[in-house]
């Protein structure tokens, strides 16, 4: 089955500088893979998303960028904001044949 | 559009008592998940409904956790007798289709003592 690898597990950065958050898939066949956002306490909350047909997908500051050749995807936050502080966890599955597995995630804090 | 329903919230308990969570999905989604999330972990899948029927739940400990979807709408996830290592948060989650994309609800915190 599919295996998630993500790191690092915890990320500090100033206000202002960019965080990137990796991962890794084993499946092949694998084709969809979202970048969920987790605050304390509260439920993972879909923040983008990208399919196997496209290597870069950006909305505002928020990009991702997918390598199927070395199965490998990766969340850009830039201009991080206090607010963007939260746990990120990214996903892999074969869109509507097999849920999504996900990484252990990644506990960023953004300092003022 | 009202998301993902899922109740209680919260859940304390002893252990080898009963336990029930209870899902809504969003109105239309055909797919539903239940997901475990320990303290600083991800998801992890427990069962997934395609309408009515149960299409992946080999992770499900099937001696003490049992799951239903009547209808292919509402879902209820039972624990009998619980663990002290049930202790968690169940998420439940719905999709639409083919899209992949899922969505969450808040979750119910089971702590079992």
């Known amino acids: 089955g599919e295996n998630v690898e993500q790191h690092p597990s915890t990320l500090s950065v100033q206000e202002g500088d960019s965080a990137v958050i990796k991962c890794t898939y084993s499946?092949?066949?694998?084709?969809?893979f979202p970048w969920y956002k987790q605050e304390l306490g509260k439920r993972p909350q879909l923040i983008i998303d990208i399919r196997s047909n496209v290597g870069e997908k950006k909305d505002q500051r928020i990009a991702v960028t997918l390598n199927k050749t070395a199965k490998h995807f990766s969340l850009h936050i830039t201009e991080t904001q206090p607010e963007d502080s939260a746990v990120y966890f990214c996903?892999?599955?074969?869109?509507?044949?097999?849920?999504?597995?996900f990484g252990k995630g990644t506990r960023l804090s953004v300092i003022a | 559009e009202a998301g993902v329903v899922q109740s209680p919230r919260y859940k304390i308990i002893e252990k080898k008592q009963p336990v029930a969570f209870w899902c809504n999905p969003i109105s239309g989604h055909n797919t539903l998940y239940w997901y475990l999330q320990n303290l600083g972990q991800g998801p992890e899948l427990l069962i997934r409904y395609e309408n009515e029927e149960a299409v992946d739940d080999s992770q499900l400990p099937k001696d003490r956790f049992s799951a239903e979807r009547l209808k292919g709408v509402d879902s209820t996830l039972k624990i009998q007798p619980a663990e002290l290592g049930d202790s968690a948060v169940y998420l439940c989650?719905?999709?639409?289709?083919?899209?992949?994309?899922?969505?969450f609800g808040q979750g119910t915190r089971l702590t079992v003592v």
């Open positions: 499946d092949s066949a694998s084709n969809y």
């Open positions: 996903a892999a599955s074969k869109a509507g044949n097999t849920p999504l597995v």
């Open positions: 989650a719905s999709s639409l289709g083919g899209s992949g994309e899922a969505f």
